[in-house]
Structure formats: structure tokens, C-alpha cells
């Protein structure tokens, strides 16, 4: 997280990483573990949960379909009927595809 001016570290939406909350966070631990001389872990920019607050609800994590492809990945998708997910049932929503 140290930029190009040796001492200056920037995290969170200043910097062209995704936009989250937790990322900012541990982006923040990071800085200041090299501030303090820590070993780092470097962080794994593919690996940053995601929540997507629509309905249903949807979490995630890794690439997008598209980013793999664009790595060179052969890609297998797949879809799930929310249907057989006890939440729809008890929603009364059971009209919806999940797929990954
Ligand atoms: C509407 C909305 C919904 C979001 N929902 C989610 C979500 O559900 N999950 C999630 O993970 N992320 C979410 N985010 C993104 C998340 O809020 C940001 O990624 C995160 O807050 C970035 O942290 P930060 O410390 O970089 O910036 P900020 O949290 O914006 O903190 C920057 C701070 O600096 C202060 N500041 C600015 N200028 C100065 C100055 N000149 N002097 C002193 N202080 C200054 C500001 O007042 C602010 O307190 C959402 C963002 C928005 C806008």
C-alpha cells in the first residue's frame, strides 16, 4: 500500500482497488503492518468476498465468469433453481435462477 513517495501509504477507495468496505479495512492493516516492519501477506485481489444486495441476496467470491474467460480459464458455468433452496420456499420466492 506504499505509493511511489517512499513513506506515503494510501488504502480504500483512494486506490484502484474494488471499492469495499472490508477490503479498505484490511488494506489499512496492511499499511500499517509495513509501517510497523511486520510481515506482510500480500493481498490476493481475487480472492475479496462480495455481497450483492439483491433478491435473493446473492454472496460470492473469485472471479466474474468474464474475468476468467479473459485470464484464458475454460470456464464452467452453471445454474440452481432458488427453488430448491429452503429460504425461497419460506419467501414465497421461489421464481429465480442462481448461477456461477
Ligand atoms: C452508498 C454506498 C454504499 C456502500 N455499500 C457498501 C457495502 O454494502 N459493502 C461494502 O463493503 N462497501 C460499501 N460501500 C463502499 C465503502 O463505503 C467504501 O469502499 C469504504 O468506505 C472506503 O473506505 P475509505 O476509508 O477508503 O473511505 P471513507 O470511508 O469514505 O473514509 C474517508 C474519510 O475521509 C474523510 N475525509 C475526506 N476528506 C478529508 C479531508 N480533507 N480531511 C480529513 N478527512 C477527510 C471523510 O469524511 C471520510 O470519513 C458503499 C459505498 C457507498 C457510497
Redesign the pocket.
Known sequence: METNVPGIYA????VPTQ??????SHEGIVAVSHIAGRDIEPINYDLVPN?T?CVPEVASVGLSEEAARERGYDVITSKFPYAAAGKATILARTRALLSW
Do not use: E, F, M, T
Open positions: 488504502i480504500g477507495d483512494v471499492a469495499l468496505a472490508h477490503l479498505a455481497c444486495y
